[in-house]
Nanobody, 127 residues
Framework: QVQLVESGGGSVQAGGSLRLSCAAS????????MGWFRQAPGKEREGVAV???????TYADSVKGRFTISKDAAKNTLYLQMNSLKPEDTAMYYC?????????????????????WGAGIQVTISS
């Protein structure tokens, strides 16, 4: 089992920045795909950014150039640096992980295959 705990959410104005953190604990997850996903009210959960065990990253088109996913192995923590935030980035953000790298994608629907999730954290961007 892997436990994931998100932190760092909050409310900022458009154009601002936030950094989300996902602290991981439990079973060995060094070989896991880990990523960030979000869900706005009335919408399906979507992939934001994912990171392969080898360090390869993939971003949703809507966040490319603004968001950066990274991992600090020593701290067992996954990060999402979010810059130039827009009101449409408002959502509940979730950290997800899975040992099967087939699910390491931001393509629609693939999030369903991830086995491990954090409780989520709210990000609200005001215009």
């Amino acid at each position: 089992q892997v436990q994931l705990v998100e932190s760092g959410g909050g409310s900022v104005q458009a154009g601002g920045s936030l950094r989300l953190s996902c602290a991981a604990s439990g079973s060995t997850y060094s070989g896991y795909c880990m990523g960030w996903f979000r869900q706005a009210p009335g919408k399906e959960r979507e992939g934001v950014a994912v990171r392969d065990p080898d360090g390869s990253t993939t971003y949703a088109d809507s966040v490319k150039g603004r968001f950066t996913i990274s991992k600090d192995a020593a701290k067992n923590t996954l990060y999402l640096q979010m810059n130039s935030l827009k009101p449409e980035d408002t959502a509940m953000y979730y950290c997800g992980a899975d040992p099967n790298t087939d699910f390491c994608t931001v393509l629609p629907g693939y999030y369903i295959g991830l086995d491990f999730w954090g409780a989520g954290i709210q990000v609200t961007i005001s215009s």
